[in-house]
C-alpha cells in the first residue's frame, strides 16, 4: 500500500554543510498490518514519517501510495489521499479550539462522535472542546488531542510518532490499548508506531529497526524483539537509576 523506495535526505548542518538523515531507505507497509519503528534516538524515524507525510522533502528515492508517485503531492494532497500523521510533539495552534481541530480532520464528526473521541484519549470532553490548542494546553495534553484527531480521520495509514512520549503510565496503557484494538487484525486500516515501548513492539506484526538513517533489520517480533530486548532493557534500567533524560 505504501513503499518506500531509496529514499535520501539531507538538511543543512549547523556548519552550513549538508548532512545525509536518511541514506536509502526502503520499506513497504502493506494493507491491513501494524507496523512498529524503533531505534536509537536520532536514527531517523520522525524523518521518514515527515518524509511520507510530505513534510520534509526527499532527496532521491521514490514514494508510492496506493501504487500511484505521491512524491510531488503537498502534505494537504497527501492527506486528502489517506495518509495521517501524529506527530512527536504536536504543533499548537493558537486561536483554534480543540472542537475545531478534530471537526476539521473529520467534518462529518456529529456531537457525540467529537466526545467519544476525546473520551477515548482519556479527556474530558466539557473541560477540553472548547480549549484554546495555544500554550495553555500541556504536552501531555496536546500529545492526547493530537492522537484523538488522528483517530477520527480513519485514514488508510495512520503513524504515531512516540504516542506514548509525555503521557502518565495510565493513559499510555489506554492510549495503547485503543490503537492495538483499532489496528491490530484490521484488514481496512493500516498503522505505524514509531515506539520503544515494550508492550507494544512484541504485539505488533512487523518490528522495523531504524539506526542511522538506514534500516538495521525488519522481520516478526519473534525475529527482531530478541536482538533489541537487551539494548531496550538496558536503556530502562539505567533510566531507573537517573542515567538518561528520557522515557522508555
Ligand atoms: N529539520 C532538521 N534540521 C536539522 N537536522 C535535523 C532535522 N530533522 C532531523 N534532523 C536530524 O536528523 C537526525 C534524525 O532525526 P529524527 O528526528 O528523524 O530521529 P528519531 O529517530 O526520530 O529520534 P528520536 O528517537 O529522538 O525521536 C537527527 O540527528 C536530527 O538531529
Ligand atoms: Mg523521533
Request: proline share 4%.
Amino acid at each position: 500500500m505504501l513503499r518506500l523506495e531509496n529514499i535520501c535526505m539531507a538538511v543543512n548542518g549547523n556548519n552550513g554543510e549538508s548532512k545525509e538523515i536518511l541514506r536509502g531507505v526502503n520499506i513497504e507497509f502493506k494493507s491491513g498490518k501494524l507496523y512498529a519503528i524503533t531505534g536509537p534516538n536520532g536514527g531517523g524515524k520522525s524523518s521518514i514519517a515527515k518524509v511520507v507525510m510530505g513534510i520534509y522533502r526527499h532527496s532521491s528515492g521514490h514514494i508510492y501510495f496506493k501504487n500511484k508517485e505521491i512524491s510531488e503531492m503537498s502534505v494537504t494532497e497527501r492527506a486528502a489521499e489517506g495518509i495521517s500523521y501524529a506527530f512527536q510533539q504536536p504543533p499548537r495552534f493558537k486561536g483554534l479550539t480543540v472542537s475545531d481541530l478534530l471537526k476539521t480532520a473529520q467534518p462529518g464528526l456529529d456531537n457525540m462522535g467529537l466526545r467519544k473521541s476525546l473520551r477515548d484519549v482519556g479527556l474530558c470532553p466539557e473541560d477540553y472542546l472548547d480549549r484554546d490548542l495555544g500554550p495553555g494546553l500541556s504536552g501531555g495534553e496536546m500529545k492526547r488531542i493530537e492522537i484523538a484527531q488522528v483517530l477520527v480521520r480513519n485514514a488508510a495509514i495512520s503513524i504515531f510518532d512516540e504516542p506514548e512520549a509525555g503521557v502518565d503510565l495510565w493513559t499510555i496503557q489506554r492510549l495503547i490499548g485503543i490503537i492495538i484494538s483499532r489496528f491490530k487484525g484490521n484488514p481496512d486500516a493500516t498503522a505505524v508506531i514509531i515506539t520503544h515501548n515494550e508492550n507494544v513492539l512484541p504485539i505488533c506484526d512487523e518490528i522495523i529497526v531504524v539506526e542511522e538513517g538506514l534500516i538495521r533489520d525488519r522481520g516478526t517480533p519473534a525475529e527482531i524483539w530478541p536482538l533489541i530486548r537487551e539494548d531496550i532493557e538496558c536503556k530502562k534500567r539505567l533510566e531507573c537509576r537517573g542515567e538518561m533524560g528520557y522515557e522508555i
